[in-house]
């Protein structure tokens, strides 16, 4: 009950705290932001996820890679797709396989294809197979763009929608954590972005209030 009443309270504090910032204007927002001292977030650091290990030719961890999310072991359950569904998931993977021929397993255009294969997976309800297509193409866009950049967030909040649909409230809520702090860490509390952010945060803790959620 202890762990309810405070995400129900945490939600109510967020939102009160988005409140002053919404409907400034760019002027006043930039005046505050310098009368104001830098603040970053870091209460989120430990979920600050490792960069990947680049890929070695041969070796226990090449090959353990060849059998990963997009990679030419690619099998489409066919009892599960339709055969056009099939034939989009091999094209893919055939595109897959000849980017990473050319560029590499880092090359920044994967993550479309495997944006595309997860979201195959994700519109059937094959929502593990969907995370592990997002979760590659989010690791080969923080390679690319750096740990800190903002352009790998998209792919989070499609792992978030997969998680919640296996009823895995733990791992969303660690993810929604993640797009919480790698924004303020980028944005600073006194930024007027912020504030959407903010109610989204509210929003998710209110969620989980009301879902019961790790009320034992």
Excluded: K
């Excluded at 994967?110 to 690791?139: C, K, P, V, W």
């Excluded at 997969?162 to 791992?171: R, T, V």
């Amino acid at each position: 009950m202890l762990q309810r009443t405070g995400r129900f309270i945490t939600g109510l504090i967020v939102l009160c705290a988005a409140l002053p910032g919404y409907g400034q204007t760019d002027e006043e927002a930039g005046e505050q932001a310098i009368e104001a001292p830098e603040e970053r977030v870091s209460v989120y650091q430990t979920l600050v996820f490792d960069r990947p290990i680049a890929i070695p030719e041969g070796g226990e961890l090449a090959e353990r890679e060849t059998t990963g999310p997009g990679r030419d072991a690619f099998e489409a359950p066919a009892d599960e797709l339709d055969p056009l569904q099939v034939l989009d998931l091999q094209r893919f993977q055939d595109t897959v396989s000849a980017i990473e021929l050319e560029g590499g397993a880092w090359d920044i255009n994967l993550t479309e294809n495997l944006t595309s294969m997860g979201e195959i997976y994700q519109q059937q309800g094959m929502h593990q197979q969907a995370i592990d297509y997002f979760s590659r193409a989010m690791h080969v866009s923080r390679v690319n763009f750096g740990l800190n950049s903002l352009d790998h967030l998209p792919f989070v909040e499609r792992m978030i929608d997969s998680f919640l649909a296996l009823g895995d409230w733990e791992s969303a809520d660690q993810y929604q954590e993640y797009l919480y702090y790698a924004q303020s860490r980028e944005f600073g509390m006194d930024d007027p972005r912020m504030v959407p952010v903010l109610y989204q945060r509210a929003s998710w803790e209110l969620s989980v209030f009301n879902a019961r959620w790790g009320d034992e």
